[in-house]
């Protein structure tokens, strides 16, 4: 099973981008969903999740009231919509996929979630 990330790019301190995840297999809606981000000499750490039926998402502090997570099951897609960007969210954003129930509490460490994309670069200039 594939995830495909798209929408990175190159965008000015202040502005938006919507990034993207399609998965490749017959259902979504199994799946815990993440999104993580590694910058350059850095670990790649989290940045969002959301639960199988959307119905709940947790954020970093680092980009709490600026990201959120939404997913569109019957399109296979998860989003991470980015606002007010900064040049410290430049970095190389990846989707990640577990799966989990609803029930389950979402989580945070790269070690929890055992598919992954190929990412999408986000370059925020000063």
Same mark, same amino acid.
Request: glycine share 10%; charged share 20%.
């Given at each position: 099973? +594939?995830?495909?990330? #798209?929408?990175?790019?190159?965008?000015?301190?202040?502005?938006?981008?919507?990034?993207?995840?399609?998965? #490749?297999?017959?259902?979504?809606?199994?799946?815990?969903?993440?999104?993580?981000?590694?910058?350059?000499?850095?670990?790649?750490?989290?940045?969002?999740?959301? /639960?199988?039926?959307?119905?709940?998402?947790?954020?970093? %502090?680092?980009?709490?009231?600026?990201?959120?997570?939404?997913?569109?099951?019957? /399109?296979?897609?998860?989003?991470? +919509?980015?606002?007010?960007?900064?040049?410290? %969210?430049?970095?190389?954003?990846?989707?990640?996929?577990?799966?989990?129930?609803?029930?389950?509490?979402?989580?945070?460490?790269?070690?929890?979630?055992?598919?992954?994309?190929?990412?999408? +670069?986000?370059?925020?200039?000063?």
């Amino acid at each position: 099973v +594939q995830l495909v990330e #798209s929408g990175g790019g190159l965008v000015q301190a202040g502005g938006s981008l919507r990034l993207s995840c399609v998965a #490749s297999r017959l259902a979504l809606d199994a799946y815990a969903m993440g999104w993580f981000r590694q910058a350059p000499g850095k670990e790649r750490q989290f940045v969002a999740a959301v /639960k199988p039926n959307g119905g709940a998402t947790i954020l970093s %502090d680092s980009v709490k009231g600026r990201f959120t997570v939404s997913r569109d099951n019957g /399109k296979k897609t998860v989003y991470l +919509q980015m606002n007010s960007l900064t040049p410290e %969210d430049t970095a190389v954003y990846y989707c990640a996929e577990k799966r989990r129930s609803n029930f389950e509490r979402l989580r945070s460490s790269t070690n929890d979630y055992d598919n992954w994309g190929q990412g999408t +670069q986000v370059t925020v200039s000063s």
